[in-house]
């Protein structure tokens, strides 16, 4: 399965982030099979003006894991959540960092 092959709507809460990393432990773990935050396809992003932590979906590379983000399984404060769509897309809300693509 390609990037890009899932439809679905990612929608990142940057308010709800407390830089757990959850979302990358899950990530790296389904794509490698190993807890490796830096194999991860969610980075977190460092506010330093705000001093808050989002997290941020590597768009060109993440395929939603096939219709069940193991991200968005992964956080329990709702800062990344999955809602199935017609389209693919990663949004973010509240001041989050915006997908560049």
Request: proline residues 6%.
């Amino acid at each position: 399965m390609g990037a890009h092959s899932t439809q679905g709507r990612l929608l990142i809460h940057a308010e709800e982030c407390r830089g757990c990393r959850s979302c990358q432990l899950a990530c790296s773990f389904t794509k490698t099979g190993e807890y490796n935050p830096s194999q991860s396809l969610v980075k977190l992003h460092r506010d330093l003006t705000l001093e808050k932590t989002s997290p941020l979906i590597l768009p060109l590379h993440c395929d939603f894991c096939g219709g069940d983000p193991a991200c968005a399984r992964a956080c329990t404060y709702g800062a990344i959540v999955f809602e199935p769509s017609s389209e693919r897309s990663i949004e973010y809300r509240q001041g989050g960092p915006r997908e560049s693509d």
